[in-house]
């Protein structure tokens, strides 16, 4: 792409790796060069937070405003009751008005950390799909809305035809789904004169669709721009790990485990990660990134620390750089780990033939409690494979059993691998 944009928001866009695909990039500019735009990206509710996968739309809304437009975080109240059947294998499970609605609280705690909220021209907002979708007539919907949209061109789009030919049929639920996000952005544009829809390059097809219903009912000119999918240098999907989905609220992942996510990013990954997912200057990511040897490991803790502050303040982002090094520096605990009080089911020794008398507590029940595992079968794997320590010693493959007094009174430290840890002890 050799576009040489006018606007600050393009040029960030573009210079920082954001941009994947745009309807009309200088339409688009041009206007952002004009006056104020109004853009929208839209979250369904389906958990009570969002994760890592989401940030890089998070940081791009984050941009719009810091550049001068004024951003809108759209609530899926409407639209999860259907479920996006994108690029999904199988149907989404429905969830009921009652758990759509606390997942849309927990999820608001994150937007407030990236974005101004209120009632100035470049001032965000924050608002629910289900103002305007729950209240539809079916029929006249389906008279004035439904007979804009051609079902061929539906099923030409990939996130439907992914579907079409799998075991797990795309259902007539689903399919409407595009054509609700479509009528999104037409009443997003003419309750709130938004122009520009984002979203991940999944989302194409309904940002197009939107884009070509909102022309011709309201024959305005409005435009769509995509950001890449982002897979890790080693083909992970961003925001997945060993442990599970990297949640942006405190409550569902610990401030120094969200930090250790990043302070583990592959080396090929660390100056393309400072772009997105930071404000430091394009220059300086380039610099971290290109850093060698033993010199990455201080560009990914910048990177950690940059990313922790702004999703969880500096006083967090702190905390967890000194647990890391306390911990991975000087062999200790550290304060910031995460911790866990359980009940666990204890046994008499002479039931599981322990080398001495007491009470003891299953090793694998533990790394699973510590969300250290997935299940009992991937901490069986952990400890067989070595690398499952209590206070820094290897769990006995042949006897996966930890003596309860060690998990009695101060916490004990659960090592998985050299890299994920956490704190444990018996509830009293």
């Not at 592959?266 to 430091?280: I, N, P, Q, S, W």
């Not at 033993?294 to 502050?309: G, P």
Request: aromatic share 10%; hydrophobic share 40%.
């Amino acid at each position: 792409m050799t576009y040489h944009p006018k606007s600050d928001f393009m040029r960030v866009m573009m210079e920082r790796g954001f941009l994947a695909d745009c309807t009309d990039y200088q339409g688009l500019d041009e206007a952002l060069s004009k006056g104020v735009v109004t853009a929208y990206i839209g979250y369904d509710a389906t958990a009570k937070s969002l994760h890592v996968g989401h940030l890089l739309n998070i940081m791009m809304l984050r941009w719009l405003q810091k550049t001068g437009h004024k951003p809108i975080t759209l609530m899926g109240g409407g639209t999860t009751k259907v479920g996006d059947p994108s690029f999904r294998s199988d149907e989404r499970p429905l969830l009921g008005p009652e758990q759509i609605d606390a997942n849309i609280d927990g999820m608001k705690q994150v937007f407030a950390k990236y974005l101004g909220y209120g009632e100035g021209a470049t001032d965000a907002l924050m608002l629910n799909n289900a103002e305007w979708l729950d209240g539809l007539n079916y029929l006249e919907f389906l008279r004035d809305i439904g007979r804009h949209f051609s079902v061929n061109r539906m099923l030409s789009f990939e996130s439907v035809k992914s579907r079409l030919d799998r075991e797990q049929s795309l259902s007539f639920l689903e399919f409407n789904y595009m054509i609700l996000q479509a009528y999104d952005f037409l009443e997003l544009h003419r309750r709130y004169g938004c122009s520009l829809q984002m979203g991940g390059s999944d989302q194409w097809g309904n940002i197009v669709n939107g884009i070509d219903l909102t022309r011709r009912v309201l024959d305005a000119e409005i435009y769509g721009l995509t950001s890449p999918l982002l897979t890790t240098s080693d083909g992970r999907k961003m925001g997945k790990s060993q442990g599970g989905a990297m949640w942006l609220n405190a409550d569902m992942l610990s401030p120094y485990a969200f930090w250790q996510f990043w302070r583990n990013t592959t080396d090929a990954d660390v100056g393309r990660f400072l772009k997105l997912y930071t404000e430091l200057p394009v220059e300086e990511c380039d610099r971290l990134g290109a850093l060698g040897g033993a010199e990455i490991n201080e560009a990914k803790i910048v990177l950690a620390n940059e990313v922790t502050t702004l999703c969880h303040g500096a006083e967090a982002a702190a905390a967890a750089e000194a647990t890391a090094r306390e911990v991975f520096e000087k062999g200790g605990v550290g304060d910031d780990l995460p911790k866990f009080d359980v009940t666990l089911e204890v046994i008499p020794a002479e039931t599981i033939d322990a080398p001495q008398p007491g009470f003891y507590v299953p090793a694998g029940a533990l790394f699973v409690e510590a969300k250290l595992a997935k299940s009992g079968k991937d901490a069986k794997r952990l400890i067989a494979e070595g690398g499952a320590m209590v206070n820094d010693q290897p769990i006995d493959k042949s006897f996966p059993f930890v003596e309860r007094s060690v998990l009695q009174g101060d916490y004990a430290k659960l090592s998985a691998g050299k890299k994920r840890h956490a704190l444990i002890r018996l509830a009293d």
